[in-house]
């Protein structure tokens, strides 16, 4: 469409939804016009895109009325209400909620990993979980080239996974811990459950809620994502995972300490380091000599995903360790919905 695209973002006020325009604005995506859609609370907000500024609208269905593209991460129920809405009046759909990453219907989709999976979206295309994102970019050129039998994950995951009152409530915490007074936690672990926990200064072992098998269920969008996403099915059962994840008291950027077997057990870190030099989207800071690996301080606002401290088990053949980080709110979320946007758009999908 040489005149340019429709696009809405629906959830324009949110932490991932600024973000998303300024990553709309440096995509290759053609802009005709941008409507910035939120919560009745927050229309009437100016936001900037491309120097230009614009005015926030509360959504309503009629609001996706000639629309192309939409880029969406106004939480699960939000996406849920408006987003078939938004389909019906003919617009494709990017959506950074959970709301419908496990429908088999739905392609869920990291560009570097799973990109053919976009030919068969039927309007709604997922954003995985941030924290799976970056563990796929990390693992694919590994897998492809030597291949892969199973992952353990531990993620070390920033305050801001949680949303910016979240990030808010860390930053009053460290403040009031450090004048000596009491920290008062309101939000994490997470807002739905009866007791709240300081992160300032913690680690807090459970992200979203905890379910009867043991599991948060981060956990297990970890180990059911990444097998859609690798496999095309999330129950498959070629690849074992397994995670643990825990909330850290990082401002932004996630950190993952991976561990996977391989098959191919002739493969080395240097065979490792080789492919993944070459892997796309991926930055390899490795050099133990120097103490240069990679740190979610220096992840934060870069697109890539950070990878170091590649390791073999030497208990195990064919197993390794490594270290993967990135910015959750920007690969784990805009930045990868925006890419996933550019593909529809390369691929004349919409």
């Known amino acids: 469409m040489s005149q340019g695209y429709s696009v809405a973002i629906l959830g324009a006020t949110g932490a991932v939804g600024r973000r998303m325009i300024k990553q709309l604005a440096q995509s290759t995506i053609p802009v005709k016009s941008l409507k910035l859609l939120a919560s009745s609370r927050s229309a009437g907000t100016e936001l900037a895109f491309k120097g230009q500024k614009l005015v926030v609208e509360e959504t309503t269905p009629e609001s996706f009325a000639g629309v192309d593209l939409v880029l969406s991460s106004a939480g699960?129920?939000?996406?849920?209400?408006?987003?078939?809405?938004?389909?019906?009046?003919?617009?494709?759909?990017?959506?950074?909620?959970?709301?419908?990453?496990?429908?088999?219907?739905?392609?869920?989709?990291?560009?570097?990993?799973?990109?053919?999976?976009?030919?068969?979206?039927?309007?709604?295309?997922?954003?995985?979980?941030?924290?799976?994102?970056?563990?796929?970019?990390?693992?694919?050129?590994?897998?492809?080239?030597?291949?892969?039998?199973q992952i353990i994950v531990s993620t070390y995951q920033a305050a801001s996974g949680a949303g910016q009152s979240a990030?808010?409530?860390?930053?009053?915490?460290?403040?009031?811990?450090?004048?000596?007074?009491?920290?008062?936690?309101?939000?994490?672990?997470?807002?739905?459950?009866?007791?709240?926990?300081?992160?300032?200064?913690?680690?807090?072992?459970?992200?979203?809620?905890l379910e009867d098998s043991g599991?948060?269920?981060?956990?297990?969008?970890?180990?059911?994502?990444?097998?859609?996403?690798?496999?095309?099915?999330?129950?498959?059962?070629?690849?074992?995972?397994?995670?643990?994840?825990?909330?850290?008291?990082?401002?932004?950027?996630?950190?993952?300490?991976?561990?996977?077997t391989v098959e191919d057990q002739t493969a080395t870190v240097e065979d490792l380091w080789k492919v993944l030099q070459k892997a796309p989207g991926v930055?390899?800071?490795?050099?133990?000599?120097?103490?240069?690996?990679?740190?979610?301080?220096?992840?934060?606002?870069?697109?890539?995903?950070?990878?170091?401290?590649?390791?073999?088990?030497?208990?195990?053949?064919?197993?390794?360790?490594?270290?993967?980080?990135?910015d959750n709110l920007l690969k784990g979320a805009a930045w990868n919905t925006v890419q996933i946007a550019e593909y529809l758009v390369d691929r004349d999908l919409l």
Not at 197 to 208: H, K, R, S, T, V
Not at 223 to 230: G, V
């Open 76 to 149: 699960g129920a939000v996406s849920k209400r408006f987003l078939p809405e938004a389909v019906k009046r003919g617009a494709v759909c990017v959506d950074n909620t959970s709301a419908f990453r496990m429908d088999p219907e739905v392609p869920l989709v990291v560009p570097e990993v799973n990109p053919d999976a976009l030919a068969h979206h039927h309007g709604i295309i997922a954003n995985p979980n941030c924290s799976t994102i970056q563990m796929m970019v990390a693992l694919e050129p590994i897998r492809k080239a030597f291949g892969l039998k």
């Open 167 to 209: 990030l808010n409530e860390l930053y009053q915490e460290a403040q009031d811990y450090l004048d000596g007074k009491e920290m008062h936690a309101a939000i994490l672990p997470t807002k739905g459950e009866a007791k709240h926990y300081p992160l300032a200064f913690n680690l807090l072992p459970q992200i979203d809620v």
């Open 215 to 260: 599991y948060s269920h981060e956990e297990w969008k970890m180990i059911h994502e990444t097998k859609k996403i690798m496999l095309g099915d999330m129950n498959a059962k070629d690849i074992k995972v397994t995670a643990t994840c825990v909330r850290v008291p990082v401002p932004i950027a996630h950190g993952e300490s991976v561990y996977f």
């Open 283 to 326: 930055v390899l800071e490795d050099d133990i000599k120097h103490q240069v690996y990679p740190q979610p301080i220096n992840a934060v606002g870069k697109r890539e995903t950070f990878v170091g401290r590649v390791r073999p088990d030497y208990e195990n053949p064919g197993a390794f360790n490594m270290w993967v980080v990135s």
